[in-house]
């Protein structure tokens, strides 16, 4: 994926310094991580969505006039959705399983959903900017909310209210994986333990 103009969320120190920033170098992007969800596709059965968000922190150098670059730091989310085929899988799991503080009760049902697994490395920074808070500007959706140990990552709190102010954008190259896996039976011959005959000469 070429994640292009991807908003980022900086802390309160570095928001301040974009602020009054002259230019902006490319820095590191690192996947914090990465919130994955499976539902089956109603008009399609044996096809699910899977829905994956990536929360990322992005470091880059800002430039205040001759003096050395401040590092600055944010978080950044990108969303993506993937449909791919997992078979139908309409039984019912039960299982003996032990139950904590209960008698002898059998596990309760589960659903036989396949697991979605996501295999990514971290991205590659292609580009950044910054815009000034009082150019016109496409609807953007703010995040509502985001994991509390995503949020403790960094070093002090986001700036997500920005009005007026400067907002940092990034340009991502990530590469990524993503696969269904279920569980299946094999069925496996054993033979018996056998003493050859015949001698070997």
Request: charged letters at 25%; one cysteine or more.
């Given at each position: 994926?070429?994640?292009?103009?991807?908003?980022v969320?900086?802390?309160c120190g570095s928001q301040?310094?974009?602020?009054?920033?002259?230019?902006?170098?490319?820095?590191?992007?690192?996947?914090?991580?990465?919130?994955?969800d499976?539902?089956?596709?109603?008009?399609?059965?044996?096809?699910?969505?899977?829905?994956?968000r990536?929360f990322?922190?992005?470091?880059?150098?800002?430039?205040?006039?001759?003096?050395?670059?401040?590092?600055?730091?944010?978080?950044?989310?990108?969303?993506?959705?993937?449909?791919?085929?997992?078979?139908?899988?309409?039984?019912?799991?039960?299982?003996?399983?032990?139950?904590?503080?209960?008698?002898d009760?059998?596990?309760?049902?589960?659903?036989?959903?396949?697991?979605?697994?996501?295999?990514?490395v971290?991205p590659?920074?292609?580009?950044?900017?910054?815009?000034?808070?009082?150019?016109?500007r496409?609807?953007e959706?703010?995040?509502?909310?985001?994991?509390?140990?995503?949020?403790?990552?960094?070093g002090e709190?986001?700036?997500?209210?920005?009005s007026?102010?400067?907002r940092?954008?990034?340009?991502?190259?990530?590469?990524?994986?993503?696969?269904?896996?279920?569980?299946?039976?094999l069925?496996?011959p054993?033979?018996?333990y056998?003493?050859?005959?015949?001698?070997?000469?």
């Amino acid at each position: 994926d070429c994640i292009e103009d991807l908003r980022v969320y900086p802390t309160c120190g570095s928001q301040e310094v974009l602020d009054r920033a002259l230019s902006v170098k490319a820095g590191t992007a690192e996947l914090l991580y990465a919130y994955i969800d499976v539902e089956p596709v109603g008009f399609n059965r044996g096809f699910y969505t899977v829905d994956v968000r990536y929360f990322y922190r992005i470091t880059a150098d800002a430039f205040i006039g001759a003096a050395r670059p401040i590092e600055v730091c944010g978080l950044a989310v990108f969303d993506k959705r993937a449909i791919l085929f997992g078979s139908e899988g309409s039984a019912k799991i039960f299982s003996s399983d032990t139950v904590i503080d209960e008698l002898d009760i059998p596990g309760r049902m589960r659903t036989n959903l396949p697991t979605a697994v996501v295999e990514a490395v971290d991205p590659i920074v292609l580009d950044t900017r910054v815009d000034d808070g009082c150019k016109p500007r496409c609807c953007e959706c703010g995040l509502t909310e985001i994991p509390a140990f995503i949020a403790r990552s960094f070093g002090e709190e986001l700036v997500f209210d920005d009005s007026g102010r400067r907002r940092f954008y990034v340009t991502l190259g990530q590469f990524t994986l993503v696969r269904l896996e279920r569980d299946t039976q094999l069925l496996i011959p054993v033979y018996d333990y056998c003493i050859p005959q015949s001698e070997c000469s």
